[in-house]
């Protein structure tokens, strides 16, 4: 069984993912906003804009006028880098991809649970964010962070806040150590369920505290139970998947075959909390 990361725990950075932004001291908090907030490149307004976010997280005890205030400049500040003429395709997906979770953030600093509504709005948003930036076509070739993001829009999917992921800040996904690499978590009562997503399968070695998903085997695995033998480039299959997200998001239909499709991804990524827990219970796509 994967523990979760959770709170309480005197992190080592030699042995845990770098924590929660609820569980950072203080002091590392408050200095990362410092040194950020006078950045004005697309990639520093981007990392302003988390620290803010991981700062009113961290601070438990400040007054609710003062986080609203603070996710507003996040919010900002987000909006500065998709107005930026020289910010970069991936900058803008995490800006946008910020801007979606936002709520959510703003929910966890004043401890207010996150609805299957909310998992709804993320789904939508994420979905809209990938077809903002490219309309997707069978015949073009993928781009792989878009990939990061629809495995987040399958969790939002679920409707289950419980099975939601969130993505990890920049100060979350550069730990210094290998090993425990992350790009996602599930969070949960019990705290953080880290997870490193690849798209093939890896000779890497993680800490046994890290999920692997892997994506391919899951595509391959929806496809075949769909009786679809037709795609067999990796780009292909990538796409499919994206473009589904997007025309789902966009409350266009689907055929039968397409949200059969949809609902085993569905289960296949939700189904890693599931394993990270040690427990039996599922989730089945209705």
Not at 136 to 150: C, F, K
Not at 167 to 191: C, I, M, W
């Amino acid at each position: 069984m994967v523990e979760a990361i959770g709170h309480g725990i005197n992190y080592e950075l030699s042995r845990v993912p770098q924590p929660l932004a609820e569980d950072l001291e203080y002091r590392l908090a408050k200095a990362a906003l410092k040194k950020y907030e006078t950045r004005r490149t697309p990639s520093g307004l981007l990392r302003s804009a988390w620290n803010y976010v991981e700062y009113t997280l961290n601070t438990q005890h400040v007054r609710p006028a003062e986080k609203e205030e603070h996710i507003r400049t996040g919010q900002l500040l987000t909006s500065m880098v998709m107005a930026h003429p020289k910010a970069h395709q991936d900058t803008l997906l995490g800006a946008l991809t910020l801007s979606t979770y936002m709520p959510l953030f703003s929910k966890r600093a004043s401890e207010i649970e996150v609805s299957s509504q909310d998992c709804e709005d993320v789904y939508r948003s994420l979905g809209q964010a990938m077809n903002y930036l490219r309309p997707l076509d069978v015949e073009e070739p993928p781009q792989w962070r878009m990939t990061e993001i629809g495995i987040l829009a399958l969790s939002a999917r679920s409707r289950q806040p419980k099975l939601l992921m969130y993505p990890t800040s920049p100060r979350e996904e550069t730990s210094g150590v290998q090993a425990l690499n992350h790009d996602s978590y599930f969070f949960d009562s019990k705290g953080k369920i880290p997870i490193q997503q690849k798209l093939l399968p890896t000779q890497k070695v993680y800490d046994e505290c890290i999920k692997i998903l892997t994506v391919e085997p899951m595509l391959d695995r929806a496809l075949r139970k769909n009786g679809d033998t037709e795609k067999t480039m990796l780009s292909e299959k990538v796409n499919y998947l994206l473009s589904l997200i997007v025309t789902e998001a966009s409350e266009l239909s689907l055929t039968r075959e397409e949200a059969n499709f949809l609902n085993t991804m569905t289960e296949a990524v939700v189904a890693h909390y599931f394993e990270a827990n040690g427990v039996g219970e599922s989730y089945a796509a209705a």
